[in-house]
Structure formats: structure tokens, C-alpha cells
């Protein structure tokens, strides 16, 4: 079992940054993708970044193509912690932000957290 807790959310002005976290406990080491979905009210999930791993290493990084060059996702493996660096935000990425844990060979995650809420103002 895996338990992930996202934080770091908030309310910020178009232009802004955020960083999200995400702390996994449990058999995260079993697990080899991570990354965030969100969805905004009225809309569908949507997956923002994912990252696969091979071993404790980096395997491949995907962005959906509205964040690229503004996002970045990443972990510290010394704290099992998944982070997603938000820069130059726009009021179009307000959501809820879900972190998520996928198991090898599943299509989808299999474990998520319980979401924080980002807003940007304009």
C-alpha cells in the first residue's frame, strides 16, 4: 500500500509560482511512474506530468503540451517526495492538483492523494 499527501497549494497572481509536493510513505519503491493529474471545475482530469522510473533512476519525463517550459517535475529520492515546480502560472491552470502512484504494468495510477487546490488570479 502506498499513501501519497499532496501540499502546497494555494492562491497566486498570474505570473507567479508555486511548487507542489507530494509525500509518498508506504511500498512506494514497488511503484514506477509518478506525476500529476488536475481538473478544473466543469472539465475532465487531466495529466499534467508524469515520471518513470527505472530503479531509484530517472526513466523518461512527459508533459502535457500546455505546461511544457513552465513545469517541471521531479523527486528526491532521499525523502520520497514528488514535486511539481510551477512557473509563470496562468489563471487557466487553476485546479485541483492530485498526485498519483502507479504499479509496474498498470495503464493508470494506482494510488492517488487527496488533492490541494492551486488558483491563479489574473
Known amino acids: 500500500q502506498v499513501h501519497l499527501v499532496e501540499s502546497g497549494g494555494g492562491l497566486v497572481q498570474a505570473g507567479g509560482s508555486l511548487r507542489l509536493s507530494c509525500a509518498a510513505s508506504?511500498?512506494?519503491?514497488?511503484?514506477?511512474?509518478m506525476g500529476w493529474y488536475r481538473q478544473a471545475p466543469g472539465k475532465q482530469r487531466e495529466l499534467v506530468a508524469t515520471i518513470r522510473f527505472h530503479g531509484s533512476s530517472v526513466g523518461s519525463i512527459y508533459y502535457t503540451d500546455s505546461v511544457k517550459g513552465r513545469f517541471t517535475i521531479y523527486r528526491d529520492n532521499a525523502d520520497n517526495t514528488l514535486y511539481l515546480q510551477m512557473n509563470s502560472l496562468k489563471p487557466e491552470d487553476t485546479a485541483v492538483y492530485y498526485c498519483g502512484a502507479g504499479l509496474p504494468g498498470a495503464a493508470e495510477y494506482d494510488y492517488w492523494g487527496q488533492g490541494t487546490q492551486v488558483t491563479v488570479s489574473s
Open positions: 508506504g511500498s512506494i519503491r514497488a511503484t514506477d511512474k
